[in-house]
Structure formats: structure tokens, C-alpha cells
């Protein structure tokens, strides 16, 4: 999914299950930022204390760049969880080994990693680290089908539209990569269509099977779900009964999701500001805004640098507040999520990957 449906979207739910502004803006920064944190290394101090973080997306979301997209430790934790064929720990899919990686919607592996994430409220990143969640989450809908190592299953051909034509727009677009004839990781084969919520469009895998997606109806899902997540979240209780998106607030994500068909995701992502601003939903006006780096992102608040990249000889003036900053709270969630997802999740489930 793109900033549209990570961080306003993300929000929204947010509030709807419950959350204060405060709450669902560190919730919804961190989905989003999940996409933008691409620098990783070790933050050194003039005091000579020092910080290592990991990023959890590359610098840039290019499908020709096989060296990056090749990073397991990167888009299997963070953008393609396997699925397991939909089947609990301890069982098996029909195929073989990769047939445990494709990423399914709220699969069993799915839903064990939402369960640790609501368990562990008592951290100090806990919340820093169920946005991290959230963005995993969701994407087991808008990733389905496609796994985040290099495999043949990840082919696309015979893209279509919403009328079942072929999509010559998307045809033409992938003259340009590589990946219509190589073996693309993730969805590199057909760019950017799973991450638009208006789209409805299919294609045919790499293993000959043809699929049918609805985005809107699968972003709809993927909202209701977590919504429950997050309203378990504030209970405190992995397993309570609750409801999802309430009336009339789900008929007008559904709306939108229908309606704003910008291509861009930074135009959508306005638009949602937009509405979230005008008091469109029930919770009433909100100012929400988004920086990832620069002058009034969380890394400027932490580390006072205004730079996209860091380098190995910058030199930090540390600050106590750094040790309780929203930057370094998600990048020490992300570092439990990563060991998490990779030493003890997916294990139970037959995984060894990264």
C-alpha cells in the first residue's frame, strides 16, 4: 500500500478504534515510516555514546535494482510476511518450499505476529511497534500472491484492467524493467497496481494461474481487521471479542477508496489529509501531517540533522530526550520486529529465511 492508506488511512482506523490523536499519529507515522526508513548503520555521538539502527525499505523503490530487492532481511519481515499457504503452524502446503513464503491475508503467521505485537503493550515502543505491525498487517492484502525473495511465482503476463482487456497502459510502462522477463522479487512485475486502492485488475502468475484482484474490496478488509487489531490493542487482550470499522465511517473509506484514483500516492495521501482536516469522519477535525526526513520529521526532532543520508563521519551533539525520541523508539521496535518475525516467528511455521 502506498502513504495514502499507511499513514492517513492507518489514522483514521486508529481513531475509530479508539485511540487519542496523540496515539494514532505515533501509531500512523510509524506504518508510514516503515516504507521511508532507508538509511541504516551506527548514529555516533560527540560524547561518544553510539546507536546502530536498520533501515526496513531501500533508497530507492527501483525495479531494476536487483541488489537491493535481492534483501530478504528487508522485504520479508517488513513488506511480504509468508503465509504459510493459509495453514497453521505445524502444517505444511501443497508445492514446496516456496509455497510457504507467499504472502497470504491474515494468515495464521499473519495473525500470531498481531498477537505479539498487542502482548507486548507494556514496552516502551510498544506503540511505535504495533504501527510497525499495522503496516505488515495490511499488506498481507495488498501483497497476497507474491512473495519478497526472487522466485519465478512472482511473474506477471496478461495484465488486464478492470473490463478484462488487456491493460496496455501497465504494458507499456514494463517495457522499461527489466522484470517482465526475469524473475522479479515482490510484485516488481506489475509496479505499483497492488498498492492502489481503486484498482481492479488481474494477471496471470508465473505459474500459469490467473488472478482476479479488487483492490478496494481487499483495502476494505484489511481496514476492518485493523481496526479489531487495534481495538485488541487497547484492551489489552489479544483474543477479546470486538467490532471493526463502525458505520458510517466504513461506508466513506469505502468511497474513497473507490474514488481517489490519482496515481500518485502523495496526491491521495492529501486528499485523506484533506478530508481528515474537514471532519469527514466521526472523531470529529484532526490536523495530521507527515515529514520522513528533514526540518520537522521525527530524525530532525531526535538527531537535529535535516540531511536525507547519513554519512560515516557525521557526529551527533547527544541529547538525553534522544533515549526517549519517537525515532529511536521505532528503530529499536524495528529491531524487535525484525528478530522477532525472522528468530522466532516464522520458525514455528518452518521458515528459515534472512
Not at 502446503?93 to 491474515?106: A, F, M, S
Not at 505476529?113 to 511497534?129: D, E, K, N, S, T
Not at 496471470?204 to 488472478?211: A, H, I
Request: hydrophobic residues 40%; contains cysteine; proline residues 5%.
Amino acid at each position: 500500500m502506498d502513504i495514502d492508506s499507511h499513514h492517513a488511512g492507518t489514522y483514521v482506523v486508529a481513531r475509530l478504534a479508539g485511540m487519542t490523536h496523540r496515539e494514532a499519529e505515533v501509531v500512523a507515522y510509524c506504518a508510514q515510516y516503515v516504507d521511508d526508513a532507508t538509511n541504516e548503520g551506527v548514529i555516533r555521538f560527540d560524547t561518544g555514546a553510539s546507536y546502530h539502527h536498520i533501515c526496513s525499505a531501500h533508497k530507492m523503490l527501483d525495479y531494476r535494482n536487483t541488489e537491493a530487492l535481492a534483501s530478504a532481511r528487508v522485504w520479508v519481515p517488513f513488506h511480504f510476511l509468508p503465509g504459510n499457504g493459509g495453514l497453521p503452524a505445524g502444517h505444511d502446503p501443497k508445492g514446496n518450499y516456496v509455497d510457504k513464503l507467499i504472502c497470504r491475508p491474515d494468515s495464521f503467521v499473519a495473525k500470531d505476529m498481531v498477537r505479539a505485537a498487542i502482548c507486548g503493550h507494556a514496552a516502551p515502543y510498544a506503540l511505535h511497534r504495533l504501527g510497525i505491525t499495522a503496516h505488515v498487517y495490511i499488506d498481507t492484502w495488498a501483497h497476497q500472491g507474491f512473495t519478497g525473495t526472487n522466485h519465478e511465482i512472482n511473474k506477471a503476463s496478461d495484465i488486464i484492467g478492470a473490463t478484462g482487456e488487456p491493460d496496455l497502459s501497465m504494458i507499456a510502462k514494463l517495457k522499461g524493467f527489466f522484470v517482465s522477463s526475469a524473475f522479479p522479487v515482490g510484485h516488481g512485475a506489475v509496479l505499483g497496481h497492488p498498492d492502489r486502492p481503486h484498482l481492479i485488475w488481474g494477471y496471470t502468475n508465473g505459474r500459469g494461474d490467473k488472478v482476479l484482484r479488487n483492490n478496494s474490496q481487499d483495502f476494505l478488509s484489511a481496514f476492518d481487521a485493523m481496526c479489531k487489531m487495534f481495538r485488541r490493542y487497547l484492551s489489552q487482550n489479544p483474543d477479546a471479542e470486538v467490532p471493526g470499522l463502525p458505520e458510517p465511517d466504513r461506508t466513506l473509506i469505502q468511497a474513497m477508496f473507490r474514488t481517489l484514483t490519482d496515481p500518485e500516492g502523495q496526491v491521495r495521501h492529501q486528499q485523506w489529509l484533506d478530508a481528515i482536516a474537514q471532519g469527514h469522519f466521526s472523531f470529529g477535525k484532526a490536523k495530521l501531517t507527515y515529514r520522513a526526513k528533514g526540518e520537522g520529521s521525527w530524525k530532525h526532532a531526535a538527531l537535529g540533522t535535516v540531511k536525507e543520508t547519513d554519512s560515516e563521519d557525521d557526529v551527533f551533539s547527544f541529547r538525553p530526550t534522544f533515549l526517549q525520541s519517537d525515532w529511536k523508539l521505532f528503530h529499536d521496535a524495528l529491531q524487535y520486529h525484525r528478530f522477532h518475525v525472522v528468530h522466532e516467528l516464522l520458525p514455528r511455521y518452518g521458515v528459515c529465511t534472512a
